[in-house]
């Protein structure tokens, strides 16, 4: 048996950046994203997010690679959403994905800066916020 324990936070936007996860529609999806991911064996531990962007701190598991987690994640979301019409015109998220590994020290710091994302966005912007994980983190945003 395997004992994995790897915790990454994960962003990801809408397509286009389109505004449409307003607070009703985003407690709905991120219940659902919950639900589906249990089914998936996917640990979401935090889920928050704002208009057009989601964070979401998780526990990979043995079997899955980021990617895998995210297509069953964020594919099945926007799957869900559609067919239960719970945005319009319909929800398509964005190809890229942001990923970082979390050490066990900082779980609750990133818990409270994605649980704060509707006050954090009164301040900073998705698009500024993405450019210094981008900066912060050393990735090259073109590949």
């Known amino acids: 048996m395997a004992f994995v324990r790897i915790w990454v936070h994960v962003v990801w936007r809408t397509k286009s950046s389109s505004k449409v996860l307003t607070i009703d529609k985003r407690g709905k999806l991120f219940e659902h994203i919950r639900e589906n991911a249990v089914k998936k064996q996917i640990f979401v531990d935090t889920i928050n ?28 979301a926007a799957f869900w959403a559609n067919k239960e019409n719970l945005i319009s015109p319909k929800l398509e998220w964005g190809d890229e994905y942001f990923a970082s590994s979390v050490s066990e020290s ?16 009164k301040k900073v912007s998705f698009q500024e916020e993405y450019d210094l994980f981008i900066q912060k983190y050393g990735y090259n945003s073109h590949g």
């Not at 997010?49 to 099945?76: F, R």
């Open 106 to 121: 900082m779980l609750d710091k990133v818990r409270v800066y994605i649980n704060n994302q509707e006050d954090h966005h």
């Open 49 to 76: 997010g704002h208009l057009d962007h989601v964070h979401c701190l998780l526990g990979l598991n043995a079997d899955m690679s980021i990617s895998k987690t995210m297509q069953l994640i964020k594919g099945e």
